[in-house]
């Protein structure tokens, strides 16, 4: 059965602890991403990784950080520099192909609450 | 820069009428645009999608969308809602820069479908 996996759905955390999401995926997709929602704000990218061993920043990558050490796994550290963490987090991969879009394919999402 | 501009955030109809989100771009490219449905708690889920092929697009569960360039327009339709398509949906832009897969996407809007 293929698909995105992450875990936990649902995560509470005391401030100034960091916090790691863990997205897995079978697809054998090459690029994973990862977004952070907010009502009314739809989703902001994270980070990015297009191949293994390599990521790059998305438009609110502060206060965050992840790794890429195997294709099938893109975990997410909250840190306790992100000043207002709580908030639905969704991973995402898809194949990498040039111009050709490469659909991205979406986990259930963790629920992550600061207490 | 490429952005989408959802033009309502909530939209409520009857059961059996039709449907219509409105959806708005800017870019700088001829665009790639999506429709991508959430359920509540879920992840996301790609409806349609528009890569400069045939302007109306067919999607799943009986969506389409027409692309309108002189209207800059991506308005998702569906001649006759079912209760099961109240969810979240999401108008979004392929971002050409800095590597051809990033998404841009929308602030979404909450259809509610009523009997």
């Known amino acids: 059965d293929g698909g995105i996996t992450q875990s936990p759905k649902y995560l509470f955390r005391k401030e100034g602890q960091n916090v790691t999401l863990s997205c897995e995926q079978n697809l054998n997709h090459d690029a994973m991403y990862w977004y952070r929602q907010d009502p009314g704000q739809g989703l902001r990218l994270i980070y990015y990784?297009?191949?293994?061993?390599?990521?790059q920043k998305g438009d609110i990558a502060e206060g965050y950080s992840v790794s890429r050490e195997k294709k099938e796994s893109f975990p997410l550290t909250v840190t306790s520099a992100q000043k207002n963490p709580t908030a639905f987090y969704l991973c995402a991969s898809s194949r990498t192909g040039g111009e050709i879009f490469n659909e991205q394919f979406f986990g259930p999402g963790t629920r992550l609450t600061v207490l | 820069a490429q952005s989408v501009t959802q033009l309502d955030s909530h939209v409520s109809v009857s059961e059996g009428t039709p449907v219509l989100l409105r959806c708005n771009y800017s870019?700088?490219?001829?665009?790639?645009l999506f429709w991508y449905v959430q359920h509540p708690n879920k992840g996301l889920q790609l409806l349609l999608k528009y890569t400069s092929a045939a302007t109306l697009v067919k999607g799943i569960n009986g969506f389409e969308a027409e692309f309108k360039k002189s209207e800059t327009s991506f308005h998702l339709t569906k001649p006759s809602a079912h209760m099961s398509d109240a969810a979240e949906y999401f108008c979004v832009v392929r971002d050409f820069t800095g590597g051809g897969n990033k998404l841009t996407f929308g602030t979404g809007t909450q259809l509610k479908v009523e009997l």
């Open positions: 870019s700088s490219y001829s665009p790639s």
């Open positions: 990784s297009q191949i293994v061993n390599d990521f």
